[in-house]
């Protein structure tokens, strides 16, 4: 035990750092795997590991990732004129070299921060996978290998919206390098087994072994979350350290854990193979990701926003909220309040899905859209274009005929108004936003339920638009008639960021 609590991964700054916020409890480095094996087997689980184990091993590596930061040295403690010893004081803070006149402006001294993490080979020429968060802004990175053996590495590239990075170490031409293949994490099913091998609190070469137990697991750490589950053992310091099929494959990568004390409950997650795969190979070719770019802004749909959009089959696909105006989206004729449920032949079964086929796809590439407009399929062909980490597209322009204001009417819960100077300037809205003003939300109403605050807009009931505060009522009347039990709105707020809330009429 006290080789564990001394253990430099336990010191990392690299994982002090890395937090998931919308789980309770810290959560660090993990992984998952799969496999597929007789019903029988399932039973009593298999006799031994230990053959595949041996098999793998050689292909796994620790990663040592040093930073050096510069701090500046301390300074002479100030004390008062006459303090007794103040003599010995000075001397013995000159004798180190943080007395004098000039302490202030002593240079900075370096410091080094040091981080322990895993990794595996995927290719024999050198190439090695991590995550990004094992190698974060490091300037000396190396390899360790399984027999002890180390390598310098350089950084060929990393992701950290998938947490995922490539190095390359030179191999010896005379002792050439074990690697393993990447697996089709796609064919994993929850109680597939797995195991996982890392460098758990700086014990290289651990072996932990158990299931899949879940799969598509969002932990709300990046846009692009699709995790796999797994009970095996993981806990700090296996991070990027890979995890098998009973094939050998790798077909996740320890990223993360959810545990209240930091150690293994049996919740970890790793990035699935197939959505690393891609991404790595475009670190390989470019050093950078190439992502497609649709240039929409998306909400999901629940129950009460499908049946308010006549959605036949229920909660499913991608409401567009927004669409940029400069996005690919916008050219191809895609409109707000669409629901995007097939993109380039692949289902679309809630919005988290939406990002991640969007990204994986080339840039460049053509392709057909299914949606849903006012309760209507439709195909439209889109090209996409490539994601900038920097861009932020602006909130949609609501471009609404300006009517004159309407009396304060009643509905849903909400006062509403007609945009005013008075109003304008009460609620801060922004010039150039048309809509009905939101003056006051019932706190006991479902508008207040979903949010609705005073100050908002509403722009749309029933993707119709409104200016009038009586233009709201009529549309509410008229939704009633044709049997509906919920009107979908269009609410911006003051600075024009626009979202869907469905709500009810009963």
């Known amino acids: 035990m006290p080789a564990v609590e001394s253990a430099p ?4 700054p690299a994982f002090a750092k890395r937090r998931l916020p919308a789980l309770a409890g810290a959560l660090l480095a993990l992984s998952v795997g799969t496999a597929a094996l007789p019903p029988a087997a399932f039973a009593k689980g298999p006799a031994s590991l230990a053959d595949l184990a041996e098999q793998v091993t050689d292909a796994v590596v620790n990663i040592s990732a040093s930073t050096t930061v510069e701090t500046r040295n301390r300074t002479l403690p100030q004390l008062p004129p006459g303090t007794p010893f103040e003599d010995l004081f000075e001397e013995f803070f000159n004798r180190r070299g943080q007395g004098g006149e000039n302490q202030q402006q002593q240079r900075p001294s370096p410091r080094r921060s040091n981080s322990l993490g895993s990794g595996f080979i995927l290719d024999a020429s050198g190439i090695v996978i991590t995550n990004n968060h094992v190698i974060g802004d490091a300037n000396d990175i190396q390899v360790i290998l399984h027999d002890g053996r180390k390598l310098k590495a350089e950084i ?14 030179k191999p010896d031409p005379d002792r050439p390098l074990k690697a393993v293949p990447l697996g ?3 064919k994993m099913r929850p109680g597939d087994w797995v195991i996982a091998i890392g460098n758990p609190f700086g014990l290289g070469g651990s072996v932990s072994a158990g299931i899949v137990s879940a799969r598509g697991r969002n932990i709300e750490s990046g846009p692009y979350d699709n995790y796999i589950q797994t009970d095996a053992a993981i806990n700090k310091g296996n991070s990027g350290g890979p995890l ?21 409950v049996g919740i970890g997650f790793a990035v699935p193979s197939a959505t690393a795969g891609p991404v790595i190979e475009q670190l390989r070719q470019f050093g950078e990701t190439r992502r497609g770019w649709l240039g929409v802004r998306i909400q999901n749909v629940d129950d009460t926003t499908a049946e308010a959009l006549g959605l036949k089959g229920g909660a499913r696909g991608a409401l567009i909220a927004g669409i940029d105006d400069k996005g690919p989206a916008k050219a191809a004729g895609f409109e707000v ?7 380039n032949n692949v289902e679309v079964k809630s919005s988290s899905d939406l990002p991640r086929i969007v990204a994986t796809t080339p840039v460049g590439k053509t392709v057909d859209v299914l949606t849903v407009r006012k309760g209507q399929e439709q195909t439209r062909q889109v090209t996409l274009g490539r994601l900038e980490d920097n861009d932020k597209p602006q909130p949609a322009a609501l471009n609404r005929p300006q009517a004159e204001p309407d009396v304060t009417r009643q509905a849903l819960g ?7 100077d008075e109003t304008r300037r009460r609620f801060s809205i922004k010039d150039g936003l048309k809509g009905v003003v939101v003056t006051r939300v019932d706190p006991n109403s479902n508008a207040a339920d979903k949010n609705i605050k005073a100050g908002d807009l509403i722009v749309e009931v029933g993707q119709e638009p409104v200016t009038t505060p009586t233009e709201v009522t009529r549309r509410i009347e008229q939704i009633k008639k044709d049997g509906r039990k919920s009107a979908l709105l269009l609410v911006s707020n003051s600075q024009g960021e626009v979202r869907f809330v469905a709500l009810s009429l009963e």
Not at 9 to 12: E, K, L, P, Q, T
Not at 245 to 250: F, S, Y
Not at 337 to 343: L, M, P, S
């Open 9 to 12: 991964a336990r010191r990392s």
């Open 156 to 169: 060929v590239g990393k992701d950290p919206k998938t947490d995922l990075a490539v190095l390359r170490v």
């Open 184 to 186: 089709d994490s796609e």
């Open 244 to 264: 098998f099929n009973m094939n050998g494959e790798v077909i996740g990568i320890n990223t993360a854990i959810l545990s209240p004390t930091g150690g293994s």
């Open 337 to 343: 309040g669409d629901v995007i449920t097939r993109f």
């Open 414 to 420: 909400l006062n509403l108004s007609g945009i005013t």
